[in-house]
């Protein structure tokens, strides 16, 4: 998590809501607040409109080596965020 956190302030923007929640939650309770909001965030937004869709936490939700840790509510609004792209 904190490589791809490290990947999108360098190549996209400095994401301090979500860092913020990363260091009073941990990445993987910060990462299921996000995605089991139905609200997409703006962070997913500005991801989108930099074309970085890739650096979203929602495709490590559904990337199989960490779906055992998400809920299926995560993993269904993360899969279609993707899908909305």
Same mark, same amino acid.
């Given at each position: 998590?904190? @490589? /791809? ?8 923007? $400095?994401p301090?809501? =979500?860092? /913020?929640?990363?260091d $009073? ?7 299921? %607040?996000?995605?089991? #909001?139905?609200?997409?965030? @703006?962070?997913f937004? %500005?991801?989108?409109?930099?074309? %970085?869709? #890739?650096?979203a ?5 559904? #990337?199989?080596? =960490? ?5 299926e ?5 993360? %899969? ?6």
């Amino acid at each position: 998590m904190k @490589e /791809q956190i490290s990947k999108i302030i360098k190549e996209v923007y $400095k994401p301090l809501t =979500f860092i /913020q929640m990363v260091d $009073k939650h941990g990445a993987i309770e910060a990462t299921k %607040r996000v995605v089991e #909001d139905e609200k997409q965030t @703006e962070g997913f937004t %500005r991801l989108l409109m930099e074309g %970085r869709a #890739d650096l979203a936490v929602e495709n490590m939700v559904i #990337d199989p080596k =960490f779906k055992s840790l998400f809920t299926e509510k995560a993993i269904y609004n993360s %899969r279609k965020r993707l899908e909305m792209k």
